[in-house]
């Protein structure tokens, strides 16, 4: 579960939750083809705090 960031603070920044789940498993995907994470660290909430620090957006 994500919980830093908070996850209304996601949804506001994605417009909706749809989109957000969308953004973040798309990018959570391609993180787990890579091995550049650090150990023990989760791709989902890399993932959600790429998105948090402006590093991933949503195109429409």
């Known amino acids: 579960?994500?919980?830093k960031p908070p996850i209304d603070?996601?949804?506001?920044?994605?417009?909706?939750?749809?989109a957000?789940?969308?953004?973040?498993?798309k990018r959570?995907?391609?993180?787990n083809n890579k091995?550049?994470?650090p150990q023990n660290t989760k791709t989902i909430s890399y993932a959600a705090n790429e998105f948090?620090?402006?590093?991933?957006?949503?195109k429409k």
């Open 1 to 3: 579960m994500i919980t």
């Open 9 to 18: 603070e996601l949804t506001e920044k994605a417009g909706d939750k749809y």
């Open 20 to 25: 957000l789940c969308c953004v973040i498993a």
């Open 28 to 31: 959570a995907k391609e993180l």
């Open 35 to 37: 091995a550049e994470l």
């Open 52 to 58: 948090a620090e402006g590093l991933t957006e949503i």
